[in-house]
């Protein structure tokens, strides 16, 4: 059986389960807590990062992107990134976007200093670091609500890996309680569908302990 090392609360493990999830491609998780820098798991990734994808007959995958390029190529029958040239390259634009700048500005600001920095026994958060992240946080959401306003999904007319990747980011950020949805109707209303597929349900149903999310944080309707 196919096989995800991943972590519940990595945005860039929850892209992937999305991904798979959305191609009908059967997997089993592997929880995989990176900070603990296990043998085993550096042979397979080097960078001790999660995720790693491993198919059916060992073929190691690292890397989210290298996994939802890998993903688009070998299964390309629900395709992700979508079909016309100029809509490929939004698609790779905005899933750059989160997955660097968001990732970097937010992400690793908020979740980072909240959550990974707890569980790998580095200290508490720094409140310089959570500033610099709430304001980016306040930024990003303007532009997703340009998107969200102006597009059905946030790169065109078809659901793609720029919302899968931009629902795992803020899905993590939500169990955390740092997205203020009442202030962004239009981010909810799309973030309301992607969050009732079939893809997220396995997602919205874990608990990381020592860590509980806000009560809103599974319903469909927050
Ligand atoms: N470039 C990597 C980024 C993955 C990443 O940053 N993973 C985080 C969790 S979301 C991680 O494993 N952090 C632990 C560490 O840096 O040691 C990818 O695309 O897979």
Known sequence: MRLLYHYPLSPFSRKVRLALAEKRLPFELRTEKPWERRAEYLDLNPSGEVPTLIEDNGFAVPEAAVICEYLEEAYPDTGLLGETLAERVEVRRLVTWFDSKF???????L???KVLKRLAGRGGADAGALRIGYTALGHHLEYLGWLAENRKWLAGANLSLADLSAAAHLSCLDYVGDVEWKKVPAVREWYARVKSRPSFRPLLAERVPGFAPPAYYPDLDF
């Open 103 to 109: 990732a970097l500005e937010v992400t690793d600001n």
């Open 111 to 113: 979740l980072g200093e």
